[in-house]
Each structure stands twice: as C-alpha cells, then as structure tokens.
T-cell receptor, first 113, second 115 residues
Framework: SQQGEEDPQALSIQEGENATMNCSYKTSINNLQWYRQNSGRGLVHLILIRSNEREKHSGRLRVTLDTSKKSSSLLITASRAADTASYFCATDRVYNQGGKLIFGQGTELSVKP | DAGITQSPRHKVTETGTPVTLRCHQTENHRYMYWYRQDPGHGLRLIHYSYGVKDTDKGEVSDGYSVSRSKTEDFLLTLESATSSQTSVYFC??????????????FGPGTRLTVL
C-alpha cells in the first residue's frame, strides 16, 4: 500500500510562477523526503525534513511538514523550464528497519517557457 | 550519480526465462534497494539489503530473489520472468558504514520487457 499520496497528479505552469505539490501519508514518520525524476532517469534526492521540523529551505525549494495533519508540501519558487520533472514524496516510517522508504505516485510538473 | 551503475540498461526477454539484473556501487554504502516503477504505482520496493548476505523482502517480492555477496554488488533475479514483470527497475543505495540510512541515491534504471 502507498504511504504517500501526492496531489495534484499533474501540474502545468508558466516559467516564473510558483509550483506547489502536496503529499499526505498515513502513519507516523521519522522523516519525509522529496525526490525529483527527470524523464528516463533515476530519482534525485532534493530535501529531507525530520518529524520535529516544520519548515525547511534549500535554494528555491521550500518544504513544510504538518505531522498533526500527516501532510507535507513542496514549493518551488520562480520555476524554470528545467524544473519540468516528476516529483515524489517518500516517508521513513517510525519503527522502520533498513532505511526503507515508501514512495507516493508522484506529481508530474510541466513548466512552459 | 553517487557511483552507482546498473546493468544491463535495457533487456528484452521471453516469458519463462531467468533474468539477473546487477547493481554496482563504489560508495561503500551499507544499504541497497531494488524498486520497480510502473505507471500508476510509483516506486515499489522489491527487496533490500542491510549488509553483505543480509537481505529482506519489500512489498512486491513475489517472483524475485536477491543476493549480496559483497558490499558493492546487489543482484536481482527473476527466476522465471512473466509479462507482469515488465517494468523499469531501479537500484538505490544509502548510508555510509554504520550511519543510519537516510536519503537514497538512485541508479539510472534498467528497462525490462518480458514478451
């Protein structure tokens, strides 16, 4: 079963606009991570937010985590055509063994020049 | 790409044949994972390894086996391939030495087609 559910499934915006993607999960977590996947490539780690953190920034990325609502959001500011990719959230569940992550189905972002 | 390679990158095979996919890392990471990626399902964990000769099942392990005889190599075997195993397979690694695993680094993927 999927732990993370991304919303929306697809998002199309113009260059320069902000893109917001959401992720909901079901069980308590140690941390939540966001990954990007360009077409035909492997996933690339973007950012990790721990369960005791509420917000984290990395360049144009801003991630929030609300453990009471079991949800997270990824904001990409001032988007560029190169941001076109699929974005996945992944959760590291409490009592997890082996560093296993549960991935959501992803949000497909298209940034038009 | 974090020193992780997969081979082959593409493979077409017939139903009933055995297939082995290889994941090789040069990072000395403790944890290694095999995922499959299918439309509508995201990434699903097949098997993972937490050390040499230490492996465990993921959520979709039926029809797959793995082996890890040395730190750098993690093999995924389809004993008798079926059309439902047509997918893109990704290997991932995480952790360094005894450090608790956190973010994962992914290989480029293997596209497998079972006819």
């Amino acid at each position: 079963s999927q732990q993370g559910e991304e919303d929306p499934q697809a998002l199309s915006i113009q260059e320069g606009e902000n893109a917001t993607m959401n992720c909901s999960y079901k069980t308590s977590i140690n941390n939540l991570q966001w990954y990007r996947q360009n077409s035909g490539r492997g996933l690339v780690h973007l950012i990790l937010i721990r369960s005791n953190e509420r917000e984290k920034h990395s360049g144009r990325l801003r991630v929030t985590l609300d453990t009471s609502k079991k949800s997270s959001s990824l904001l990409i500011t001032a988007s560029r055509a190169a941001d076109t990719a699929s974005y996945f959230c992944a959760t590291d569940r409490v009592y997890n063994q082996g560093g296993k992550l549960i991935f959501g189905q992803g949000t497909e972002l298209s940034v038009k020049p | 790409d974090a020193g992780i390679t997969q081979s082959p990158r593409h493979k077409v095979t017939e139903t009933g044949t055995p297939v082995t996919l290889r994941c090789h890392q040069t990072e000395n990471h403790r944890y290694m994972y095999w995922y499959r990626q299918d439309p509508g399902h995201g990434l699903r964990l097949i098997h993972y390894s937490y050390g040499v000769k230490d492996t465990d099942k993921g959520e979709v392990s039926d029809g797959y086996s793995v082996s890890r005889s040395k730190t750098e190599d993690f093999l995924l075997t389809l004993e008798s391939a079926t059309s439902s195993q047509t997918s893109v397979y990704f290997c991932a690694i995480s952790g360094t030495g005894g450090v608790v695993a956190n973010e994962q680094f992914f290989g480029p993927g293997t596209r497998l087609t079972v006819l």
